[in-house]
């Protein structure tokens, strides 16, 4: 049978009342998928501005077989793409599944208008660009977000990346799907390590400790000029605070009661880590008092290991340092501590750079960042005085807002 004749079989099983309407739906559909051979750009829009017209008063029905038609075409009536996109999601499927002549506007636009599952449709769908995926994320919807994670084909924009790392501190399955994406930068994963598990703690520190080898042999010859200005320069302080090899603060011992930084541990093993035991020892690590509250106060205490390995210390200076917390070594029945087995595989696995380029970006973000806005911005969650472009304050604000119970 031709398909002339199918076409005239099936409008005449039609009702009498209907059969013009349904006939003039599958015409101009066939309408607007002419090849551009057949059909200029004007003609194919007035055409698809008609279409939408009967659209909106057709069936459900109907309006699916128009999709299904229209679906594979490379280019589609941007006011036909627009009510298709938002219609019922079984009729909208067609289009955000199939249809590869939709732009990103014709996406943003329905993420934005459209419901929860349209955009979870939409998450699946392969080669996303970084704005249709930052438009999802805008929701917070985690089943929507896993989705796009899960999606190799997608792209993320950094300011994507850094949502879902915020949002991460509260919904833990999105740390290991995050890990797993190579938009991913130290940055966020540092301020991750926080919060995430064991497991990912470990993926962090494998993937992301990294060395500053090549940062220290371009600036080499910037120290001594920074020497010669007598360090007046606060910004160029800091950078090279963050590249010099050097970890611990020699200066902080002439001020220190303890001879070293070992014997600061080993007294805080004997009498317990006090207060003024715990600033001492960041100080004499090279430290800020608040990075270091931080470290000795990481419930999982990996970074027990990285301040160690960081510092030169040795393994039975981790062993104080744990001891001086009164974290427990063994379990009940004399086997190794899970928690101290952890911490000392990550002492070992540790190269002393990598180590200090993690340790030192805790301290610069957590510190040469937190001005007196800052901090009242974290308590207050009046995230919008961060700058944007400034990675230290946004670290700061996600890593101390947990502090604050935000």
């Known amino acids: 049978m031709s398909e002339a004749s ?11 009342a209907n059969r013009a309407r349904h006939a003039l739906l599958k015409r101009l559909a066939d309408v607007v998928s002419l090849p551009a051979s057949r059909i200029n750009a004007f003609e194919r829009a007035v055409t698809g501005d008609l279409l939408v017209d009967m659209l909106r008063l057709a069936s459900m029905e109907e309006r699916k077989r128009v999709a299904a038609r229209l679906a594979p075409l490379a280019e589609l009536p941007n006011s036909v793409a627009r009510l298709l996109l938002r219609d019922h999601i079984e009729i909208a499927r067609l289009l955000i599944e199939q249809c590869a002549s939709l732009s ?15 955009r979870l449709v939409m998450a699946g769908r392969r080669g996303l660009s ?22 190799r084909t997608v792209r993320l924009s950094q300011m994507g990346v850094e949502a879902v790392v915020g949002l991460s501190r509260t919904h833990p399955k ?28 470990r993926t962090i520190l494998q993937r992301f400790a990294v060395s500053r080898e090549v940062m220290q042999e371009v600036s080499e010859d910037v120290f001594a ?6 360090w007046s320069d606060p910004v160029a302080r800091k950078a090279l605070q963050f590249i010099e090899r ?13 001879d070293s930084l070992e ?3 080993s007294v805080a093993a004997r009498d317990g880590l006090s207060r003024e035991t715990a600033a001492e020892i960041a100080f004499l690590a090279g430290i800020k008092p608040l990075t270091g509250a931080k470290v000795l106060g990481d419930p999982g205490g990996e970074s027990l290991a990285i301040l160690c390995k960081a510092t030169g210390l040795s393994r039975v200076d981790l062993l104080n340092l744990w001891r001086s917390m009164r974290r427990p070594e063994t379990t009940a029945d004399g086997a190794i501590h899970p928690d101290w087995d952890r911490v000392q595989i990550t002492y070992e696995m540790l190269a002393v750079d990598r180590a200090q380029t993690v340790l030192r970006y805790w301290n610069w973000s957590l510190s040469s960042a937190l001005t007196p806005t800052l901090l009242r911005a974290i308590r207050e969650g009046e995230d919008d005085v961060v700058d944007e472009y400034s990675a230290p304050e946004r670290a700061a604000m996600m890593v101390l807002a947990e502090n604050f119970g935000r």
């Not at 000029?225 to 007598?230: F, H, I, L, N, S």
Request: aromatic share 8%; with cysteine; glycine share 6%.
């Open 246 to 258: 050097r970890q611990r603060n020699r200066a902080a011992i002439s001020k220190s009661p303890y």
């Open 130 to 151: 970084e704005i249709v995926t930052e438009t999802l994320f805008t929701f917070g919807e985690m089943e929507v977000m896993e989705c796009v994670l899960r999606n």
């Open 225 to 230: 000029m920074a020497a010669a200005e007598d």
């Open 263 to 265: 014997h600061a541990i």
């Open 6 to 16: 199918a076409l005239i079989d099936e409008e005449a099983a039609r009702p009498a």
């Open 174 to 201: 999105l740390s290991a799907l995050l890990l797993k994406r190579p938009e991913l930068r130290p940055a966020g994963a540092y301020v991750m390590f926080w919060w995430c598990g064991a497991e990912d703690r």
């Open 104 to 118: 990103d506007a014709d996406l943003v636009g329905c993420a934005r208008d459209a419901g929860p599952e349209h």
